[in-house]
């Protein structure tokens, strides 16, 4: 099988070596972050094997859950997949790479899957923590035999760099792997692969109960002004404070998360109507808006909101994310229009 030839590390180009230490030089700035550090590991992955997808999968119980994605699988991320019958679980369960050189008559894979994802071809590499193998990294090709020897060497590289973020985030401790593989360091919120995980099961929820739900992107206001003038200690405790005042604004059966830098979203559910959600967003804006002081400089903390709900403005996880998205930046358009008005 292609997965037991080993391809030797030394006969890989200089310049996959540089790409590997420009990535790990790129991780230690990200700091404590994993979430971040497995979405960083899976842009560098695809750059470096020219792959179509690259994807990190952790387990969560029977389950593999995609917790990074790049390429083709972006609007997988927080997809659930069973461990058995697939070739990510046989990864896990072995800790051995696993290739396919084509899904279509490989009996290890989920033919139908991926058929749908356009999946011909794959590597996947165990991540080990500790002494057990809690995920896998994955890449993908829409073309049979797309992946050589050298693809499983340079992937096995590069789960070490993986192995050793999650050391120094978790220090093995396992429960704490799974909090950071699914929260962001600075706030402790939700991050982006867990804000997706809670969108496909609450548009699959609502399915099922022929009920709504809205999706909320918020934007902060102002942040680059705060950073320039305060410095960025500063500007984090305000994105801290404004993911601690949404939290409190909404219900326990809501859901917040930080996407990334300034930017959070929320899921608003069992909402009966759209002036329901907009009283609720101005409501949120009030709160956001209240005064609030840092080292004894007083900041003005403001955000612009868009609003998407299932089904009214699609049933399809990632248009509701795009039209909210739309929507909240037309609001912050607007906003600095009547201020320059």
Do not use: W
């Not at 706030?187 to 999706?215: G, I």
Request: with cysteine; net charge negative.
């Amino acid at each position: 099988m292609l997965g037991d030839q080993l391809f030797p590390v030394q006969s890989l180009d200089a310049s996959i070596f540089l790409s590997i230490i420009n990535m790990q030089t790129e991780i230690a700035r990200c700091g404590m972050d994993l979430g971040e550090v497995l979405a960083l590991v899976c842009d560098r992955v695809q750059e470096i094997t020219d792959c179509s997808a690259a994807i990190i999968e952790i387990a969560d119980g029977t389950q593999m859950v995609y917790r990074a994605a790049s390429g083709t699988a972006v609007g997988l991320l927080g997809l659930r997949i069973p461990i058995e019958g697939s070739m990510s679980g046989l990864c896990v369960k072995s800790s051995e790479a696993k290739v396919c050189t084509d899904a279509f008559t490989d009996e290890r894979v989920d033919r139908v899957s991926c058929k749908v994802a356009g999946v011909r071809s794959m590597v996947v590499v165990p991540l080990v923590h500790g002494t057990h193998s809690v995920g896998v990294l994955k890449i993908a090709s829409g073309e049979p035999n797309f992946f050589t020897s050298k693809e499983v060497t340079i992937l096995q590289l590069v789960s070490g760099v993986i192995a050793a973020a999650m050391y120094y985030s978790t220090r093995y401790d396992s429960d704490r792997l799974y909090h950071s593989a699914t929260h962001d360091s600075l706030t402790d919120l939700p991050n982006r692969s867990y804000f997706f995980e809670r969108l496909r099961f609450s548009a699959t929820q609502a399915f099922r109960h022929h009920s709504k739900f809205s999706v909320l992107n918020l934007d902060m206001d102002g942040l680059k002004q705060i950073n320039d003038e305060l410095g960025h200690r500063c500007g984090d405790a305000a994105i801290c404070e404004l993911g601690r005042r949404i939290k409190l604004s909404i219900r326990q059966t809501d859901f917040v998360a930080r996407l990334g830098g300034d930017e959070f979203a929320v899921i608003l559910s069992s909402i009966d109507d759209l002036e329901a959600v907009q009283q609720k967003v101005v409501s949120l804006l009030q709160v956001i808006s209240r005064p609030f002081v840092f080292e004894e400089h007083e900041l003005s903390l403001a955000a612009s909101v868009g609003i998407a709900t299932y089904p009214d403005d699609g049933t399809d996880i990632t248009e509701l994310i795009e039209k909210s998205d739309a929507d909240m930046y037309r609001n912050k358009r607007a906003k600095r229009a009547s201020i320059v008005s």
